[in-house]
């Protein structure tokens, strides 16, 4: 499994130049909220995903008073032998490159260094809309499946081709015609994905939810799409005249949308702030286990603040399953140092703590 040996960060968020080189077991950094714990977490994100793992431009994660900035990491892959990866980002330009040979495609990277993040933002999966739901799957499909991946590219582009022929007052109805029936192989690819998808997490997420919460609610997922009893040819032909209407594309797998239930009602309503947040947890260590299980080895593990809003029990279940053999190379942030190594230190001498203070990372160990 591919390891993260050593990092260099320059100019990202408020990470002015960093060097670190970390256990291939678990790495813990503490420190008090705004020192830079997420923003360290979130360019070794950036590193294997080649953006954020919060969605916002790249400018955005330029520290401030700077053009661009550039990560780079040396990882022991699977196969034993060392490679370097390098990104550099700048106002609408990003090169990313492994052992100094630029790739000609970002996609092409995509998998290569799985990983799973686990953070307070992920809040947005139970509060706000499907589109949060949508790029989730996105994430994690990707990594797994390359046809997958090029199919949404394929499938966004001439979604955005329609829509702007959809904008004009009267449309070229043969062009749609020829844009719909181009749609629909993409379409189908994504909904069979993300519907077998939803099919593989469900047990699983229900088990790591018990695993955490103790038991005592039932959570489920259900996948929700307009592919589900209709081709996306005849869903748009049967939608045309609102499309027309609209000046946009009114249904599609755009629209797709996962139900997160516990006792048959929507989480979001009915859960508690501790039980949202072990669903989610769980829901995250799920799609941990399925990407295991594709790539036959573990992926990355980004832990951010996972103790967050958790009770004691609710801790130590959870960690219970971190110290397993099953899982692979874990970093994990928390603001209490003397929690974080009261736990870990139980679990395993082979371990690396940080302490995070305005930017920069100091080994303590």
């Not at 495609?105 to 799985?114: A, D, K, S, W």
């Amino acid at each position: 499994m591919p390891n993260l040996r050593k990092i260099v960060v320059q100019d990202f968020r408020n990470i002015a130049f960093q060097e670190l080189s970390f256990s291939p077991n678990v790495n813990c950094i503490s420190g008090n909220n705004g020192e830079g714990k997420t923003n360290l977490l979130d360019a070794i994100y950036y590193l294997s995903m080649t953006k954020s793992a919060f969605p916002a431009p790249d400018r955005c994660h330029f520290r401030y008073g700077t053009e661009g900035f550039a990560i780079g990491g040396t990882y022991a892959m699977e196969n034993g032998l060392e490679s370097r990866f390098s990104i550099q980002v700048k106002e609408g330009e990003k090169r990313l490159s492994r052992d100094d040979k630029p790739y000609t495609r970002m996609g092409e990277h995509i998998g290569v260094l799985p990983v799973v993040m686990v953070s307070p933002g992920d809040s947005v999966l139970v509060s706000e809309s499907g589109e949060e739901r949508r790029r989730l799957s996105n994430a994690v499909l990707s990594q797994m499946d390359r046809e997958y991946m090029a199919a949404v590219q394929a499938y966004n582009r001439l979604l955005v081709q329609r829509n702007k022929l959809l904008k004009d007052y009267a449309p070229d109805t043969a062009l749609l015609d020829v844009l719909d029936s181009r749609m629909e192989a993409h379409a189908a690819r994504i909904y069979e994905t993300r519907r077998q998808f939803a099919q593989d997490l469900l047990p699983v997420v229900g088990e790591y939810y018990r695993l955490i919460s103790g038991g005592g609610e039932s959570v489920s997922i259900e996948y929700k799409s307009d592919l589900a009893n209709a081709s996306l040819t005849e869903i748009f032909a049967r939608y045309r005249e609102r499309d027309f209407q609209l000046r946009y594309t009114s249904c599609g797998p755009q629209r797709d949308d996962f139900v997160f239930t516990m006792d048959g009602h929507p989480i979001r309503r009915a859960g508690s702030q501790g039980q949202q947040k072990s669903f989610l947890v769980a829901l995250k260590f799920a799609q941990y286990e399925i990407m295991k299980r594709s790539y036959g080895f573990a992926p990355m593990l980004l832990l951010d603040d996972v103790f967050d809003k958790l009770d004691l029990g609710r801790i130590s279940n959870l960690i219970g399953m971190v110290a397993g053999a099953d899982f692979g190379q874990i970093f994990i942030t928390d603001t209490d140092r003397a929690r974080l190594s009261g736990i870990v230190d139980r679990i395993t001498q082979d371990r690396a703590y940080f302490n995070a203070e305005k930017g920069a990372f100091t080994r303590l160990d």
